[in-house]
Structures are given as structure tokens and as C-alpha cells.
């Protein structure tokens, strides 16, 4: 049972979901989009020829994605675990951002909930608030709600905090010692290393669809996989010294990681999809854990298809 919840919290994935239905409608309104100062992916030139390459196109997706000024993101991690114990769970994830230009404050509202096939696990949600001062100053306050109380959840709907305990949120001065606590990766875009050293060339594509979204479908080569996720590892490693299980990076194995990502025909990102197969070796308490997941990320510019107050402490 821990195992699932660990693996599928270690996703890192950002959350977020509208009206509490999960659906690709989400971001589909494109609204606020600034493309001025956005570096375009080219497909062609004005003469048929070939125009960015997978890694130049993922170039400028990296070197834009500071200038996106997304307002949220809404995600969803669905998968299995396989081994000692086995699971079928899902995590649903929202991620906020709300920027003072004037001041250069920004918040961040986080919201995250697990519900797993096997009955003794229930659903929980974390919420934070995340709010950086000009001078660099952060602060960070968290609130949990663990168990069936104050939760609705059903098959299609968001779980949603309704009731939280009695009690004033921790408050942390900065996110090294919040994430000591916790581990919720709140501001990461893709934990990967995806370049001309870890693609596989022949297997990744480039295109454009009937609808003018871009698509880049990235495929990390096999021999590649373990310096592709060196970052991720350690993710997964940091968070199960939080569970009663403890591993090293190194100890989890990749098989498979593949990323496509959709942007907007002016090239604002619209949706992240990966798919990633991994094993951990936990030793002989819970042996060999194998993770096949799934998560799907939905971006919004749209700052009226999030409801900021109800995340606001």
C-alpha cells in the first residue's frame, strides 16, 4: 500500500483541474497569450525546407517556457505499481501561480489528492501556498487533510477539500526546509534530461496537426535512460526516506520514458504528456516495485478559469 503511494506522490507531476472535472477542456480558451517575445518554432521555411530540429525546437520550448506566465496548471498521474504489493492509483494535481508585476510577488497555490484502488488507502490532499517577496524571501504555508472526512470524491470529480482541522497551517521561511517536510515539487517543469545526448533521434518527431497545435514527440533512447532521469531519481529516492521504505537513486531503474508535448500554434505550451516504466528495489522488505505511469499536464493562461479563492488560506 505505501509502495503505491510513495511511487505515484514521487511523479512530481503539477496539479490542477476546473469546476472539479478532469478534462482536456481545461486551457482550451488560449486566452492572454503575449507572443512578442516568444522564439518561434519554424517547421518549414518560406521555401519548403526544413525548418527546427527536435532539439532546436525543444531549445526554444526551454528558453520560452520563463516567458509563458502560465496561471495554471491541471494534472493527472494514472498508473500501477506491481510487486510485493500491487495498486492501480491515480493523483490529481492543480498548481496556481499569481503574479504582482508592480511588486514582483508571486503565489503559488498547490493542491494535491491520491485515490488508490486498494480501499484502506484514502484520499488525501495537500494544499500550500507559496509566496516569493521581491527581496527573495519565501513563504510557505501547508495544509493537509488525510482520510474521508471533509472529502467528496467520486469517478469523474476532482477531490475537494470542503473542511480542514482546527488548526493554523505550518508556515516555512523558504522551500529547502518545506520541501525537508514534504517533497512537493511545485515548480518544476520537466525533471528530465532531454538532448541530443538522451534522444533517440529516428524514433523522436516533430509535426504539426490539422488543429495547428505543434507536437514534439521526444523519445529518450535506452541506453540513455539513466542519465535522462538522474534528477527524477533523486526525486523518487528523497521521498521514500519519507516512507517506512528508504532507496538510493541508484536503485531505481528506468525502462521506458517518453515525453510528447503539445504546444499552440504561437507556441505557448498546451499540454505535457509522459510516459515513464521504472523499477525500485527496496531490498528485501518490499522487494522489487515495478511503476508503469502516465500523467498528463494541462496549462492555462486564462486567469478566470481558476477559482484562486477557494486555494487561498
Same mark, same amino acid.
Not at 476546473?18 to 517575445?37: C, L, M, R
Not at 484502488?117 to 519565501?138: R, W, Y
Not at 497545435?213 to 521521498?239: G, P, Y
Given at each position: ?22 478534462? %482536456? $477542456? ?18 518549414? +521555411? ?65 493542491? +494535491? ?60 521561511? %523558504? ?9 512537493? %515539487? ?10 541530443? $545526448? ?10 504539426? %496537426? ?35 521504505? $528508504?532507496?538510493?537513486? +541508484? ?11 503539445? *504546444? ?39 486567469? *478566470? ?9
Amino acid at each position: 500500500m505505501l509502495i503505491s503511494v510513495f511511487t505515484f506522490a514521487l511523479a512530481g507531476c503539477r496539479k490542477v483541474e476546473v469546476n472539479n472535472e478532469f478534462n %482536456d $477542456t481545461f486551457g482550451a480558451s488560449g486566452i492572454s497569450h503575449t507572443t512578442k517575445n516568444l522564439e518561434k518554432i519554424v517547421l518549414t +521555411d518560406d521555401n519548403g525546407a526544413q525548418g527546427d530540429t527536435i532539439f532546436t525546437a525543444l531549445g526554444k520550448i526551454n528558453a520560452n517556457y520563463r516567458k509563458y506566465n502560465y496561471v495554471g496548471v491541471r494534472g493527472l498521474v494514472k498508473g500501477t505499481t506491481t510487486g510485493t504489493t500491487s495498486t492501480t492509483q491515480s493523483i490529481y494535481t492543480t498548481n496556481i501561480q499569481e503574479k504582482d508585476v508592480m511588486t514582483n510577488k508571486v503565489k503559488i497555490y498547490h493542491e +494535491d489528492a491520491s485515490v488508490s484502488s486498494l480501499k484502506m488507502i484514502a484520499p488525501t490532499i495537500v494544499q500550500i501556498m507559496q509566496q516569493v517577496e521581491s527581496n527573495g524571501k519565501t513563504n510557505v504555508k501547508v495544509r493537509e487533510a488525510s482520510g474521508t472526512k471533509g472529502v467528496i470524491t467520486n469517478k469523474e470529480a476532482y477531490p475537494t477539500v470542503k473542511q480542514y482541522n482546527e488548526k493554523e497551517p505550518k508556515v516555512y521561511k %523558504d522551500m529547502t526546509t518545506y520541501l525537508n517536510d514534504y517533497h512537493q %515539487d511545485v515548480s518544476q517543469f520537466l525533471p528530465y534530461l532531454l538532448d541530443a $545526448t538522451t534522444l533517440d533521434e529516428i524514433a523522436s518527431t516533430i509535426s504539426q %496537426d490539422a488543429e495547428g497545435f505543434i507536437n514534439l514527440h521526444l523519445v529518450v533512447k535506452q541506453d540513455s535512460l539513466q542519465v535522462a532521469t538522474a534528477e527524477k531519481r533523486e526525486t523518487i529516492a528523497i521521498k521514500t526516506n519519507y516512507s517506512p521504505i $528508504t532507496i538510493t537513486a +541508484d536503485k531505481v531503474k528506468y525502462s521506458k520514458l517518453v515525453v510528447d508535448i503539445k *504546444l499552440w500554434p504561437d507556441n505557448y505550451v498546451r499540454s505535457v504528456t509522459t510516459y515513464e516504466k521504472y523499477v525500485m528495489d527496496s531490498g528485501s522488505t518490499l522487494g522489487i516495485q515495478t511503476c508503469d505511469l502516465t500523467s498528463n499536464l494541462y496549462y492555462s493562461y486564462d486567469p *478566470l478559469e481558476l477559482p484562486i479563492k477557494e486555494f487561498e488560506f
